[in-house]
Nanobody, 114 residues
Framework: QERLVESGGGLVQPGDSLRLSCSAF????????MGWYRQAPGKERELVAT???????NYADSVKGRFTISRDNAKNMVYLQMNSLKPEDTAVYYC????????WGQGTQVTVSS
């Protein structure tokens, strides 16, 4: 059965780093475009970063230069390295897989606070 499972969230201080991981099950991972989205309280879900099946990346302006998305097709994994975290990065982060249809993970909480 198709499933995405995120991990790596937590509570960190401003300026810290965190790496999120997403494991994909039940899909032909290499053909999927993968992405990270986030949703803060009271706000709509927004795109953070995407990586195509061919490895092309795209980032929201708010995270450019701080976040890096990557994928490992051999492990069916996608990662989001987050550096220089800010309080405004606080949100639930969701993994997304898109090919002929889209799948979502359950989300992992990231809280940036001093």
């Amino acid at each position: 059965q198709e499933r995405l499972v995120e991990s790596g969230g937590g509570l960190v201080q401003p300026g810290d780093s965190l790496r999120l991981s997403c494991s994909a099950f039940g899909i032909i991972f290499r053909v999927y475009d993968m992405g990270w989205y986030r949703q803060a309280p009271g706000k709509e879900r927004e795109l953070v970063a995407t990586i195509s099946s061919r490895g092309f990346t795209n980032y929201a302006d708010s995270v450019k230069g701080r976040f890096t998305i990557s994928r490992d097709n051999a492990k069916n994994m996608v990662y989001l390295q987050m550096n220089s975290l800010k309080p405004e990065d606080t949100a639930v982060y969701y993994c997304n897989a898109k090919y002929r249809r889209a799948y979502w993970g359950q989300g992992t909480q990231v809280t940036v606070s001093s």
